[in-house]
């Protein structure tokens, strides 16, 4: 069964520009969560998407969104870049259950570096 | 906010030592913990989940254990060797279905 897959897998983007990145979870998992990780603040939780719904936000800017696609594939979009936003971008898909079987496998994630 | 705490930060040990990592975290009201690897520049790779209603998973040479009570989770590594040296990292999933993860332990096994 393939794995979960990012692209792009690396961006380089100036201040002020958007940027948009894609996620394709494990065929059959339905929920996909999004994530930043740097070196700072560690890895914090964005959004979680179920069945094209976003179920789940974290504590960040309106400028970071995403949305599901019927087939569950998955995009994050962060418009007016900022340097802050440089970071490792991941995104795990899991079979939702009751919450407490949730599994989450991670994408390989994609390198956004803001200059 | 549900605060997750890993210690120690970095472990250097030599091939073929036990060794336990900790996580703590603030709020029980948690519907999983689970642990993860991640080696550089890569995704996180997922070895063990816990439940709430569980003590401790294992999964060959890892062993998981949680007191939820307590705010606690270790994970032993019976007999490391050179290809366990990765971050570890642990993560809570609340039961307001928000993820939370500790900022991680980095570990070396040193052949």
């Known amino acids: 069964k393939a794995g979960v897959t990012q692209t792009p897998r690396y961006l380089i983007k100036t201040r002020g520009q958007q940027v948009t990145l894609s996620c394709s979870p494990i065929?059959?998992?339905?929920?996909v969560s999004w994530y930043q990780q740097t070196p700072g603040q560690g890895l914090q939780f964005l959004f979680e998407?179920?069945?094209?719904?976003?179920?789940n936000k974290g504590n960040f800017p309106g400028r970071f969104s995403g949305r599901q696609f019927s087939n569950s594939r998955s995009e994050m979009n962060v418009s007016t870049l900022e340097l802050g936003d440089s970071a490792l971008y991941l995104c795990a898909s899991s079979v939702p259950g009751t919450g407490e079987t949730d599994t989450q496998y991670f994408g390989p994630g994609t390198r956004l570096t803001v200059l | 906010k549900q605060e997750v705490t890993q210690i120690p930060a970095a472990l250097s040990v030599p091939e073929g030592e036990n060794l336990v990592l900790n996580c703590s975290f603030t709020?029980?009201?948690?519907?999983?913990l689970q642990w993860f690897r991640q080696d550089p520049g890569k995704g996180l790779t997922s070895l063990l989940l816990?439940?709430?209603?569980?003590r401790e998973q294992t999964s060959g040479r890892l062993n998981a254990s949680l007191d939820k009570s307590s705010g606690r989770s270790t994970l032993y590594i019976a007999a490391s060797q050179p290809g366990d040296s990765a971050t570890y990292l642990c993560a809570v999933r609340s039961t307001g279905n928000q993820f939370y993860f500790g900022t991680g332990t980095s570990l070396t096994v040193i052949p």
């Open positions: 998407y179920f069945s094209e719904t976003q179920r």
């Open positions: 709020d029980s009201a948690i519907y999983n």
């Open positions: 816990i439940q709430s209603s569980q």
């Open positions: 065929s059959g998992h339905r929920s």
